[in-house]
């Protein structure tokens, strides 16, 4: 979330960001700071309030979170806060406001950070490669697919620059080109950065690890559009069970997990299954804040409905989607037309 972070939190880093947490809050305490300064408290006091929101988008609760980030933030510039936690929190609601589809909010406060976080350490510091990670995924949300290229080859060069080819540090910035690939439909050429990175996941982070579980979907994507069903079949039933482990059966972080199945399902010609999967996702991601979750269930049902030549219904979800787009503003450019 910050410039730091590598990739999707696990149950041990909420826990020890709620040990964080206590630590932060201890010190606050009247009597127990001794020799800090009242500068140093306040700042102090930003980042619990960061950690705390965290631990809520760890989980999706980004409502719960927007107001601490947006507090801390508020705090770092009314206390004189240091460059170095003013910076990390914008880039924290940068990243808050991305997984909220509030695209031009992310850039324009992604933007203000990478340009202090420049200043604070150098533009060839790996926080800055991290930094240029987030802009290039709302880049990406944006559909601006040049300037999200150009984001994460700057990244991947930095990267490259502190770290061999197939350290752990360099796959998560070539699993990113790879999905900005796929939104390009460039497929051979997410293949190739897949098959480089996959390798240095599996072996840093393990396969039950969630991030690997995500790297895995993504891969599963790929093979859809491939029409390698067979493959995608296998990948997604790796993913699955670690997602569901951490998140629960029915969370809305599993939508994209959902999609993907019903794809294969649709392939296959069960589209029994494949509808029943959708209207489930689409239940779940009509409640979440970012928008785009729902559209791109809306254009696979629009598939399938076209497969089974049911245009009345075609034509409400192709409104729906109209409707979305004009009052939230959003572009998006569907993975699913890819899937006939």
């Known amino acids: 979330m910050s410039a730091r972070a590598k990739g999707p939190f696990t149950l041990q880093d909420t826990k020890s960001i709620l040990l964080v947490i206590f630590c932060g809050l201890f010190v606050l305490l009247p009597g127990s700071a001794g020799a800090r300064t009242a500068q140093a408290r306040k700042a102090l006091s930003s980042r619990a309030l960061r950690s705390m929101a965290r631990v809520y988008m760890a989980s999706g609760g980004y409502e719960k979170a927007q107001p ?87 990244a991947l060069s930095i990267m490259r620059g502190v770290s061999s080819e197939d350290a752990s540090e360099v796959a998560p910035f070539k699993v990113d080109m790879a999905r900005l690939l796929i939104a390009q439909g460039d497929l051979a050429g997410a293949e190739s950065y897949f098959d480089e990175a996959m390798p240095v996941i599996e072996r840093s982070y393990r396969p039950g690890h969630l991030y690997t579980a995500k790297v895995l979907t993504s891969m599963a994507t790929l093979r859809v559009l491939q029409e390698r ?34 794809r294969i399902y649709q392939a296959k010609g069960d589209l029994a299954n494949a509808r029943k999967l959708l209207e489930k996702s689409l239940h779940i991601a009509e409640n979440q804040a970012d928008p785009r979750p729902q559209l791109e269930v809306l254009e696979t049902l629009i598939q399938l409905h076209r497969q089974s030549d049911n245009a009345k219904d075609v034509a409400k979800l192709q409104k729906r989607i109209e409707d979305i787009r004009e009052h939230r503003l959003v572009v998006y450019t569907p993975v699913a037309k890819a899937v006939q």
């Not at 490669?129 to 290229?149: K, N, V, W």
Request: with cysteine; net charge negative.
């Open 68 to 154: 601490l980030l947006e507090g801390a933030l508020n705090l770092a510039k009314t206390t004189d806060a240091a460059d170095s936690e003013l910076c990390a929190c914008m880039l924290d609601l940068a990243y808050l406001y991305k997984d909220q589809g509030k695209l031009a909010q992310a850039e324009t406060m992604c933007l203000s950070g990478l340009e202090l976080q420049e200043k604070v350490h150098s533009p060839n510091h790996p926080y800055v490669a991290y930094t240029l990670r987030i802009l290039g995924d709302i880049y990406r949300g944006q559909g601006r697919y040049r300037e999200a290229e150009n984001s994460l080859k700057r």
């Open 229 to 262: 069903y067979v493959e995608a079949e296998e990948l997604i039933g790796k993913a699955l069970p670690v997602q569901e482990k951490v998140y629960g059966p029915n969370h809305h972080f599993l939508v994209p997990v959902w999609l993907v199945k019903s």
